[in-house]
């Protein structure tokens, strides 16, 4: 994988300059099979003539014609010898009209010949053929790259979850990876075949026939001619000056044929060979001679690798400096606490750094590397932290995959270690591979500073508790804030505080603010709205219940036992400000289909769902399973929810009280409707939960019993990116 | 222009083993070329039996060996005599070039008739094959057709 993508790299980096003359010479070439087709009139299919019906009108009125052909694009073109002079001219099946040549324009020739040569000759011509073989290695590489690092052949179809640059710069790969391959592939075939490294294409003549030498027949009455329909014909060359000698030779898909002038009859035949049919696909799919339509879907593909290429120079000229910039990391051999960053995206990198920070500034010397350059030993080291991610299923991310051998180099068993995985819970593997790291150190006999912790996607809460608890062991106190790259936060009014639930001790609320100003970043629901409380540097998130479109922002917030920020925003009046910004959270949201939706959640967690619902218009039937304490007291949107139940915008309400007369929970509904869960999921359904973690862990239960029987699992819905959560 | 000289090996091979007696002269043929329209052409000069069985080949015009398939005459009649077409070749030719060739041939072949002959072909232009046919023995200068304008032997 390494060493793919290393290679991919630099030969990227040789190949980008005649690459993109390539492409961009290319996408222009890809209109001239059009060009030629409406100029010539062959767009409309050639009349339904035979080659005998074509022939004796040329020969009546081009006196002298050696030779009548049909290109790729089926245009008719006789060429003669006549008075001493060559020519041409066209002509129309349809109409029977003979037209002089048009003299080939000077722009698709220069065209043509930038693209195949780089108007140098051989050596273009090496230079081009390489060029096209390293386009193709990079389309294998690069598909190969994204199906390792997403974990899968679907990944290559699937919608991307992320954003900006790279968005748009791994949709434009996507898009150019088609025509890159089937162009690259047949630009080799045919620069080996220019070159002549590759067997010869042409059907070589058959043996030559003995001619009865008698008067040559009326071409109208030639059998083979007849015979031959003009959709199969392709070149027909007469006896030169009429010589009795000689005979016809015609040329169609499947081979070249003596024809005898005086009989009319084919006197020899040599079939094209298989390898001639092969090449002539080759042909075809590289230059859409034959079929414009070809020329314009490959052109279209490739337009995106220009994007592909300005996208991949903006996401490295935009990616942040390093978040080490700014602290004093002390050298392998005289560091206290090493931390090893296994990372893939950056953002371990950030809090890696934020430990490496405050560690310095309590006066301990820090070291700073990636797992992939582990010493052999840290000779003055007390502590090793790991700060894992994990990528794929379960799997090392690209700075850590030479842990295994760098691991087992390691010379020092007396150092304590601590492992603080980075991962997201909606993946299967969660913290794959930090629990992998703390295996291994467990088994080599390591001791350990800390129990293994696991943090869900990059929560500061979370990382603060594990500094302060690590701050503890080592003496020293640690608050750690990391700064993950958002935008500044902005001062938001409360419109509205809808207070829910406290007689039933969940006290919850709708908290409607103002969208500040024009400029304010773009948001949908199921986005995070990253809200600082007063007192604390550590940014808490709540997902977003609306989206831009809706003029508002509004969050549910529970309010938790103790909590900073909940109680802070529970107690909100209108007219208040707080202090937030937009965190995209781009893979909580229902797909752009018109499949149906389930959407499940608890408490809070109807916030989210409630935006979707909002959204979607009715578009995708919505189904909602929301569990709240009791229907008097914490149904939240409840009169919102019946009108969207009235105007069908949602197909069925199913709510579970635990605090009512017949307490039940919401997985207690899933039971209930099985039949009809199991079946809107054999239907494409999408499944998109929010809420706690229990809830979310007992409805992948009581969704597993469901789906055993149709054979498929949450899991495999979650492969399919159909089963979503957030959960918290 | 520097005339191309050639000794054949197949010629020596050929009378070997129809146990000819080794009496050859050595001649010169001139082959000028009239208009070519377009890029330059490509011109096969060999000799024949006269079924137009290649005996020998004396000199061919134009490196590139993909196009050679396009000197029909001259590939078809290798074909026949299933001698390789070797090819003597030199630059392709253009508008009103002389190509002047020498070869080798027994007396007792110019007697049964054996001849030379020329082939062309320029692109997108219809090959020719046979464009001058000139019979040992009996012509010494023949017209010939498309951009062959005129053969000469001595
Ligand atoms: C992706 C995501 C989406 C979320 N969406 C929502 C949402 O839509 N609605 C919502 O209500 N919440 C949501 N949350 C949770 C939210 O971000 C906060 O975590 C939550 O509101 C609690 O924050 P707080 O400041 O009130 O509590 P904190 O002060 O951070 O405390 C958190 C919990 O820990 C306990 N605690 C605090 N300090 C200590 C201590 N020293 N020792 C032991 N325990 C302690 C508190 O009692 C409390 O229960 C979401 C979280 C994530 C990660
Ligand atoms: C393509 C991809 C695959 C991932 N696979 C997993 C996984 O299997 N298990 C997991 O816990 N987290 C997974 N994650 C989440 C990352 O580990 C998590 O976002 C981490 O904080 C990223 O850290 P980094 O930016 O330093 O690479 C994945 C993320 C992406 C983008």
């Not at chain 1, 994204?146 to 992320?162: D, E, H, K, N, Y």
């Not at chain 1, 295994?404 to 150092?415: G, P, S, Y």
């Not at chain 1, 409707?673 to 979310?696: F, K, P």
Request: aromatic share 8%; hydrophobic share 45%.
């Amino acid at each position: 994988m390494q060493s793919a993508r290393s290679l991919h790299r630099w030969v990227s980096y040789g190949a980008i300059l005649p690459g993109l003359l390539l492409a961009v010479t290319g996408v222009a070439l890809s209109l001239m099979p059009l060009n030629e087709a409406v100029s010539t009139g062959s767009l409309t299919p050639a009349a339904d003539v035979s080659v005998a019906d074509v022939a004796s009108a040329i020969a009546r009125d081009v006196p002298g014609v050696e030779r009548i052909a049909k290109s790729a694009n089926h245009t008719i073109t006789a060429d003669f010898f006549h008075a001493d002079t060559f020519g041409s001219v066209v002509f129309d099946p349809a109409t029977g009209n003979i037209s002089p040549k048009p003299e080939p324009t000077g722009m698709w020739g220069t065209l043509k010949s930038l693209h195949r040569s780089l108007f140098l000759g051989d050596i273009g011509r090496g230079v081009t053929g390489l060029t096209a073989l390293s386009m193709l290695f990079l389309s294998v590489t690069g598909v190969w790259i994204i199906v390792s690092r997403m974990g899968g052949w679907r990944a290559l179809i699937s919608p991307p979850a992320t954003r900006g640059w790279k968005l748009v710069h791994f949709q434009a790969i996507r898009i150019a990876l088609a025509g890159l391959a089937i162009t690259s592939l047949s630009g080799v075939v045919m620069s080996l075949s220019s070159f002549s490294l590759l067997p010869s294409t042409n059907t070589p003549e058959p043996l030559f026939p003995d001619l009865s030498g008698a008067q040559m027949i009326a071409i109208a009455q030639m059998e083979a001619l007849q015979s031959t329909p003009l959709s199969q014909f392709r070149e027909l060359i007469f006896p030169f000056d009429g010589d009795p000698t000689e005979p016809f030779m015609l040329a169609t898909n499947s081979g070249v044929a003596f024809v005898d002038p005086a009989t009319g009859q084919i006197t020899a035949f040599e079939p094209k060979s298989l390898w001639g049919h092969l090449y002539e696909l080759v042909y075809l799919l590289h230059t859409g001679q034959g079929a414009w339509w070809i020329g314009l879907l490959m052109g279209l593909s490739i337009c995106a690798a220009p994007v592909a290429v300005a996208s991949g120079v903006a996401l490295v000229l935009t990616r942040p400096k390093s978040p080490l910039s700014g602290i004093k990391i002390a050298p392998a051999s005289r560091a206290k606490d090493v931390i090893l960053v296994g990372s893939e995206g950056g953002t371990t990198w950030i809090f890696a750094a934020e430990l490496a920070r405050k560690l310095t500034e309590a006066g301990r010397a820090v070291h700073v590397a990636a797992i992939n350059d582990m010493r052999e030993n840290y000779p003055k080291a007390d502590n090793l932290f790991f700060f894992a991610a994990t990528y794929g299923q379960g799997e090392a991310p690209e700075s850590a995959h030479q842990f295994d051998k760098v691991f087992a180099k390691f010379e020092r068993k007396d150092i304590a270690v601590s492992v603080l995985g980075f991962g997201d819970r909606s993946y299967p593997e969660f913290c794959g591979f930090a629990q992998y790291i703390s295996a291994q150190a467990k088994r080599a006999g390591f001791e350990c500073l800390d129990e293994l912790t696991l943090i869900d996607r990059q929560s500061l809460q979370a990382f603060a508790a594990w500094g302060a608890q690590i701050g503890e062991k080592l003496g020293i106190s640690l608050t750690l804030a990391p700064r993950l790259a958002t935008t500044a936060p902005t001062h938001l009014t409360l419109l509205r505080n809808t207070r829910l639930g406290e007689e039933v001790g969940a006290p919850v609320s709708i908290l409607r603010f103002e969208i500040p100003n024009k400029g304010f970043a773009k948001f949908g629901a199921g986005d995070l709205l990253g809200i600082l409380p007063p007192g604390s540097d550590v940014p808490r998130f709540y997902s977003l219940a609306s989206s831009t479109k809706d003029g508002f922002l509004e969050i549910c917030v529970r309010r938790q036992e103790g909590g900073l920020c909940s109680t802070h925003l529970t107690q909100l009046v209108p007219g208040a400000r707080i202090k937030a910004f937009i965190k995209p959270n781009p893979q909580f949201r229902p797909a752009r289909n018109s499949n149906p939706m389930i959407l499940i959640g608890a408490g809070a967690g109807i916030g989210p769902l409630m935006g979707f619902l909002r959204g979607s218009k009715g578009v995708k039937p919505a189904h909602l399973f929301w569990g709240g304490r009791s229907e008097q007291s914490d149904f939240l949107y409840q009169g919102e929810l019946k009108t969207c139940v009235e105007t069908g915008q949602l197909t069925q309400l199913s709510t579970a009280f635990s605090r009512d007369q017949s307490p039940a929970y919401v997985q207690t509904r899933l039971k209930e409707q099985s039949s009809e869960v199991a079946r809107l999921i054999s239907e494409g359904a999408e499944i998109l939960i929010c809420g706690g973690v229990n809830m979310a862990q007992d409805v992948a239960r009581t969704l597993d019993e469901i789906l055993m029987p149709n054979g498929t699992s949450v899991a495999q819905l979650k492969s399919q990116k159909r089963y979503l959560e957030d959960v918290y | 222009m520097k005339p191309l000289t050639k000794t054949s090996l197949v010629a020596g091979a050929l009378a070997l083993a129809m146990a000819v007696p080794a009496q050859a002269k050595t001649l010169t043929v001139i082959t000028s070329l009239g208009a070519v329209p377009g890029p330059r052409a490509y011109v096969a000069i060999y000799v024949t039996d006269p079924k137009g069985k290649v005996y020998d080949t004396i000199h061919v015009a134009g490196r590139e060996a993909k196009y050679h398939q396009h000197l029909r005459g001259w590939v078809r009649g290798a074909r026949k005599s299933r001698t390789k077409p070797h090819s003597v070749t030199g630059a392709s030719a253009g508008s009103g070039k002389v190509l002047k060739a020498q070869f080798e041939i027994a007396d007792n072949l110019i007697a049964a008739g054996y001849q030379v002959r020329v082939d062309t072909a320029v692109e997108n232009f219809a090959d020719v094959p046979k464009a001058a046919v000139l019979t040992l023995g009996k012509d010494t200068s023949v017209r010939g057709r498309g951009i062959v304008r005129k053969v000469e032997v001595h």
